[in-house]
């Protein structure tokens, strides 16, 4: 019996071995900056395992690059007029800079702030309300929401299969020349998913490298983030992803219950998905419908304007107590979780 | 030696799949069953007490004395087995999902089971509505593609029975009346597994191909143990406690009404 395990084991690291030898991009070494264009998907040193990890979904350079077509194509949209990049721009880490709410095609807007694409996989469910569990899921709501892309997925295959310019994608990421729903929702999972963001200022220092070289302010900064925030923006992902109610008056106009929307609870009624603080410094504006400009303001909101609703979050109750000089810290903190090297990776720009 | 080399394959068949590569650990297809398999076809048929259902110009009315209309009745069946007998072994049908969508013409309302091995059968197994594990699994094709419309993009999961309707005793719109049911975990879960005994066993041969005909009553849905008042509930349009009733109701509505070939 032992031996059968030995030579399991054995035969374990040699499959493993020839699986990095032949080519698969998935590994845990750290990342570097990447010149060759090709895909990888990489778990960061010291990240927890991915939610969403290929199955059945395997991730090649084809599925790659046929998904990041589809995240940039306006066709996606029922007047041709936005793409899903339109509301995720890459220098905004695929946030939507200065745009409180998501807008969509003729001039409508959405009820909530469009979130950074990145790190997808590392996230149990999705968007503010957590409504939807798989990453494959995710991108049939703004193609469908009338007051973003409003195209009928059935539509989309259409039209996508009619296009000669997409024929030989899905053949070299799929097979075949066949457009389905299925395929398009798993080419722009593998887009997505690999877009990880773990090389800012904070992760060279975190792994001693040349780049990550904290000053005094930042290093106190990140002591009192620790303290002050990390219960729930917990490293290495500055999210538990969990559902809290943070205290904000709600909008009237705009009566967004949050979480209660998708489990009907009352107990749930104005908790949202907490977001990764990862690229905060280029994602504004703030929280779920984007009403906060700067993240002083964000700041200002936990330490003196903390609204004590029914179901306001323990941690939260009667605010976070910080000096200015606290403050202004934990923000110049905050700034170093920006990451060049992913919103200029040329992988991740518009083919 | 032999032994210890095909132990080594398994294992890096294993630790491939581990590592999620698949790329070079494609299993070699299995050996082609040798006995002998024949087709059970099975067949879809709506009813509305006793005679069958006619959309949008009938008028019908449930157990609560309420007429109403009915424009589009559908659902999914999934998780297909044949419980043999006479030492038969079950037949579990692979990806076994079947949107069944009420329709005028009969064979849109059938599918069929083209490797059900011979031998013989006493009762069919099924669920109502798709598997938890399917809703969560990511995207889908074939009946279970949301371009089929019986999927919340939103609020992720598949709509296990659409019933669309009108009835004046409803205080909406031109009366209108939608119950989309679904909800697959906790106790929002409206999944309904039923073992339904076939009238009489049925022979499944190279050359005997057997119909099997299942009939959904309408009337079901709003009668037991849940009577439905169309006054008070109108529409269902996510998991919770209506879609709950509703399910706890068309756990009742099937019937076997014909075996045999």
Known sequence: ????????????????????????????????????????????QGWPQPYYTFQNN????????????????????????????????QFSAFSHLDHPLSHGIDGLFGTRNAQGVFNMAWKPSFFWDGGVVNLENQPINPIENPVEMDEKITDVVAELGALPEYKPMFKS??????????????????????????????????????????TAQELNGLELFRTKCATCHKEPLFSDYTFRNNGLTPDGSLNDTGRAHITNMPGDRYKFMVPSLRNVDLTRPYMHDGRFNTL???????????????????VLKGGIAMTDEEKADIIAFLKTLTDQTFIKDKRFAEP | MRSVIKMMI???????????????????????????????????FTSVGGSNLILNSQWYKNENGDSFKVSKFNYYISNVVLNGSDGTADYTEANSYHLIEHSATPSEMAFSMNDVPAGKYKSVTFMIGVDSLHNVSGAQDGALDPAKGNFWSWNTGYIMLKFE???????????????????FSGANNVLKTLTLALPNEVEVTKSITPHIHLQADVLSLFKSPN??????LTTIHMPGANAKKLSDNYANMFTIKYAGI
């Open chain 2, 165 to 183: 309707g009108n009835s004046p005793k409803a205080p909406t719109t031109d009366g209108m009346l939608m119950f989309h049911c679904g909800g």
């Open chain 2, 227 to 232: 009577v439905i008042d169309f006054s008070t």
């Open chain 1, 296 to 314: 002083d303001a964000v700041l200002e909101h936990y330490r003196t304007g903390v609204v004590p609703t029914d179901n306001i979050d323990d």
């Open chain 1, 173 to 214: 990421a799929f097979g075949d020349e066949t457009v389905n729903s299925q395929r398009i929702f798993k080419a722009l999972a593998q887009f997505m998913a690999t877009l990880v963001s773990a090389d800012s200022k904070y992760d060279k220092w975190t792994r001693g490298e040349t780049g990550g070289e904290m």
């Open chain 1, 58 to 89: 395997e991730l090649t350079q084809e599925g790659f690059e046929l998904g990041r077509k589809l995240f940039y194509d306006v066709r996606l949209s029922r007047d041709n007029a936005i793409s899903c990049a339109s509301c995720h721009t």
């Open chain 2, 10 to 44: 398994v294992a890096a068949a294993i630790a491939g799949t581990v590592t999620s590569c698949k790329k070079e650990s494609t299993p070699s297809p299995e050996p082609p069953v040798t006995a002998d398999t024949g087709v059970v076809y099975m067949e879809f």
């Open chain 1, 1 to 44: 019996m032992r031996k059968t395990i030995l030579i399991v084991i054995i035969a374990m690291t040699v499959a493993g071995m020839t699986t990095v030898g032949t080519g698969c991009k998935k590994d845990t070494t750290d990342p570097a900056p990447d010149t060759s264009g090709l895909v990888r998907f990489i778990v960061p």
